[in-house]
């Protein structure tokens, strides 16, 4: 039975060697700075690349070598990381700070080199330090080879649908007062289509995306969650959209009125322009799952709204809006979230490997830290103890003075150690509210602990939401590896009948994926790439303050699957 789990590795590795073939080499310079836009009413100073906001797009093919060039003229510490992308044998260049890399200093450079294998779809690229990402990402459009065709028909135009969230302030200020109060961080002023917040809010009347379409047309909507904080309702109105894959995989055709995307995820998704000749606004707002828990956990009540355009339209008709979900609309975002599946047989599909070598059962939430020095911990929660997260009751810290690739590839002891427990030190009723604010349960210690898994080993991981301080919908990214969601559901993970659930046929292929809330997910991936690779809550106010992992993948026997040495221009500490 580990046969497929060779071939799985084996074909990985493979498709380096063949990129060399037909592969183009893509090149683009990154000028990371601050500049001016106004929005809101307000005359803001943001830091984006290029002066843009979202940043450029990078087009590529499958196969193509990447060559980024970022100049960091901010004047903040800065990594670039690529989502989603695999970095096979090239983990030097994934970018989370501390984790593959120091960081880029204000006036340094660092140049990312990378090859796109065995992917196609759409993922992006954001800064990895701090909330910079509100503001640096873009997409990363993955195209099949020359000569090489969709899974589905040719779409008239691609159009990157980029959804992210606006703060009137400076989001390093937001992250660093959180962090000061021991709190969660302010709540944004609005969201963002491609940018502009729509017509919903103040002084933004002409501050709107919009998109143009001719009638009979097939459009491919390229759509990316780049919000810190916040998953995402997206319709628009009178049209359905068939979601052709997640996560650059290709999915089974699914046909739905409303898609759900949480932090760090992509859809796509095709759109016929088969209504009447007119005006339909897109949506964007928000699905808050924490909103009802014992904390009572605040959020951005706004809908930010861009417009499809027909051909021939008149410019004095007022678009139809569609019905937007309840912020609370947990049954929705459910059934978008498991009823999708992979489309077997299509480009780079493998089968789930059968065998597992090592079974985790995670738990993930939030829970509280003594109140640190120069913290006030004057607001929520309690007053005397800060906001934390952890996983298995180990509240993540990252290095300072090494980074956890460099001190695996250089044998450097201190760093970390290997000891992340496999499963809960203490087991209870996880997801009981009466749990909220069990003493016992609250305080999970800090450290830099993490496993170590054997190179082409197979990884299976249950996440187990918890009730301390409040039950929540956590959008779980895992660095390096596309992953097979096998299960979701709600309530304690119950593996005498839940495993009986598993879809181990086509179950959707994922880098991120949203544990229910107060329910639990069930992945597996196997370990095929060598390198540390960072695990993490991709809402950036909890991923600073713990509810983050890391996985060290060993080198295998071979030198093509050997990690490299660091790049000589690697930043240091």
Known sequence: MGRPVFLFASSLLLMVAATTVSAATVEHSFYVKNFS?????????????????????????????????????????????????????????????????????????????????????????????????????????????????????????????????????????????????????????????????????????NQMYKHRVKQGKTYLLRIINAAVNSHLFYKIANHNMTVVAVDARYTNPYVTDVVVISPGQTVDVLLTANQPVGSYYMTANNYASASGTAVGVPFDPTTSRGVIIYQGASSSTTPLMPVVPAFNDTPTAHKFFTELTSLVGGPHWVPVPLNVDHKMFVTVGMGLDVCPPNVSCLGRPPVGAALSASMNNVSFVSPTSLSLLQAFFFNVGGVYTTDFPANPPVQFDYTNPSINFDPPLLFAPKGTRITKVKFNSTVEMVMQNTAIIGVENHPMHLHGFDFYVLAQGFGNFNPATDTLNYNLVNPQMRNTVSVPVGGWAVIRFVANNPGVWFMHCHFDGHMSIGLSTAFIVENGPTPDTTLPPPPTDLPQC
Request: aromatic share 12%; glycine share 8%.
């Open 37 to 205: 836009v106004t929005r809101l009413c307000n005359r803001q100073v943001i830091t984006a690349v290029n002066d843009s906001l979202p940043g450029p797009s990078l087009r590529v093919r499958e196969g193509d070598k990447l060559i980024i060039h970022v100049f960091n003229m901010s004047p903040y510490n800065m990594t670039i990381h690529w989502h989603g992308v695999f970095q096979l044998l090239s983990a030097w260049a994934d970018g989370p700070e501390m984790i593959t890399q120091c960081a880029i200093r204000p006036g340094n450079k660092f140049t990312y080199k990378f090859r796109i294998i065995n992917q196609e779809g759409t993922l992006f690229w954001h800064a990895h330090s701090s909330f910079l990402r509100a503001t640096v990402h873009g997409a990363i459009i993955i195209r099949p080879r020359v000569r090489h065709s969709y899974p589905f028909p040719t779409p008239y135009r691609e159009v990157p649908i980029v959804l992210g969230e606006w703060w009137n302030a400076n989001v390093v200020d937001v992250e660093t007062q959180a962090l000061a109060l021991g709190v969660g961080p302010n709540i944004s002023n609005a969201y963002t289509i491609n940018g502009w917040p729509g017509d919903l809010y103040p002084c933004s009347q």
